[in-house]
């Protein structure tokens, strides 16, 4: 496939296509190949360092409008962490392997023999690039829809790619309002080596335990039986806050 054909594929699977094709070209332009090649360019036209920079506040700016609309009962901590979840290194170098950027980068001949194609911090760093880029080419209301896309598939729940919910905060939530009661945590056990180790927590309100949860971590644990909890809650009688 000619690298023409791939610039092709990869703005059909982003629904979008450049007016300037050279701002796509260059977001893929790391700067070991800049610096390789481009030496006689000015900086802003040698790679993309200074679109990863544009680019992670795009980000950052359209992910946040996302998650209020598509949270509007969220706390403010609550999407600050939920942003978190969503733009970070390991998160934006899936979508990039998602959208074959690897097989698009332009690295210097030294990345490209240690791999670096398969980094996932070239890779994220790319996929601000091309966002940049995107934004550059045809401004918000081009960039907003292409990110929209992109990220749905992570706002929701049931396909298990990032979980936004924080069972621990909701359960404290739901037994104050309607108990007056906080949640406890308990490890009551774990298993396994230490390489390997399951853990085993039980959340409990006042002497009752609520139910068990086991991660491979203590914090996963509490998660999982505040999800339990949850879950087993009987409903609110009439006139109780739910």
Known sequence: MSNITSLQT???????????????????THVSYGHENHQDRNPSHRDNERFEFLGDSVLSLVISDLLLESFPEASEGQLSKMRAA?????????????????????LGKGETRSGGADKASILSSAFEALI??????????????????????????????ISFQDHKTRLQETAQSRFKLTPTYHLSGSTGPDHAKVFRVEVRLGERILAVGEGSSKKEAEQKAAEAALCDLPEPKEGEAR
């Open 10 to 28: 990869l703005q059909e699977q982003l629904r979008y296509t450049f007016g300037d094709p050279r701002l796509l070209l260059l977001s893929l």
């Open 132 to 161: 940049a880029a995107i934004y550059i080419d045809g401004g918000f209301n081009a960039v907003y829809p292409v990110v929209r896309y992109l990220f749905s598939p992570l706002f929701r729940n049931d396909q298990g790619l």
């Open 86 to 106: 969503v733009v970070n290194e390991k998160t934006l170098s899936e979508i990039s392997r998602s959208l074959h950027l690897n097989s698009l980068l332009r």
